[in-house]
């Protein structure tokens, strides 16, 4: 037995049974991302980087997109920062000068700074939109009518269970990607008929240096340690850990696929049980 673009070599048989065999160094399963095209926004470290390498792992070739010019293994790096304004038009140029059609859209930036509600002021949110919002969304628009012609589309964004769940202290990330969370759903009910995908990723603790910082704010703020703060965040999370950045881009990996084809419109935790609604 031999099934069309999956990762198995014939079967044996044993005693009328079939033994399905993988290929060594591969998975069981085919994500069928070989020739795929991903761009990956914030990729030089973190979430993004670590989306990146799962995706290029897969066979995807991967375009990265970050601040410094240190790329995560892709084909092609573009070094830009999300908080100028004249970043994404010089993305989404030298996307389409390197002749790749975008297939798989990971739409991904760095966190703002802490903050309280009733302390962060319009000036702030001003200070964090272009990054978080209005590049993303700019790009996004850019490249969807390729993928919608094509009849194949994906467009991951990576958010937070504040989404679900505002957490203390980050008002600015509450706010803002709650916002990206909206657009992204209303997006998912447009072009679903037109074979094209949008997802939110919602991290819960995940080992980066990014949690590291927010983990020193908050213990600062508290009067802990940042060693007392971690430990209590741990004690919060039903897996009693933190999440290792590939499992979340291997997460990624799946939803970008063809794969995930019904998947549409959805916000996946990954956060080991740490949000506590449905």
């Excluded at 949110?125 to 996004?140: C, E, K, P, S």
Aim: charged share 20%; with cysteine; net charge neutral.
């Amino acid at each position: 037995l031999h099934r069309e673009g999956r990762r198995f070599e014939p079967v044996t048989a044993h005693h009328g049974l079939c033994i399905l065999q993988t290929k060594e160094g591969s998975s069981g399963v085919d994500l069928q991302l070989d020739g795929k095209t991903a761009l990956v926004l914030g990729a030089s470290r973190g979430l993004g980087r670590a989306i990146a390498e799962s995706l290029g792992q897969e066979g995807a070739q991967v375009i990265t997109v970050a601040r410094s010019g240190e790329s995560a293994g892709g084909v092609h790096h573009i070094t830009a920062d999300l908080d100028d304004p004249a970043a994404p038009a010089a993305i989404i140029a030298a996307v389409r000068n390197a002749g790749r059609p975008v297939d798989i859209l990971v739409l991904n930036s760095g966190g703002p700074p802490t903050g309280s509600a009733a302390d962060t002021t319009p000036a702030d949110f001003a200070a964090v939109m272009d990054r978080m919002f209005n590049a993303q969304l700019t790009i996004a628009q850019a490249f969807l009518p390729q993928m919608r012609e094509r009849g194949f589309g994906r467009i991951l964004a990576v958010a937070s269970t504040s989404v679900v769940t505002p957490i203390p202290g980050l008002v600015l990330s509450n706010a803002v990607r709650a916002m990206l969370a909206s657009w992204c759903k209303t997006l998912a009910t447009e072009v679903a008929a037109d074979g094209v995908t949008v997802n939110l990723l919602l991290p819960g603790q995940i080992a980066t240096d990014r949690l590291t910082s927010l983990h020193a704010a908050m213990a600062q703020r508290s009067g802990m340690t940042s060693e007392e703060m971690t430990a209590r965040s741990l004690a919060a999370i039903p897996a009693r850990r933190l999440g290792r950045p590939e499992e979340f881009g291997d997460m990624a990996a799946f939803l970008a696929s063809p794969r995930a084809g019904y998947v549409t419109g959805c916000a996946v935790r990954v956060d080991g049980g740490l949000t506590a609604t449905l």
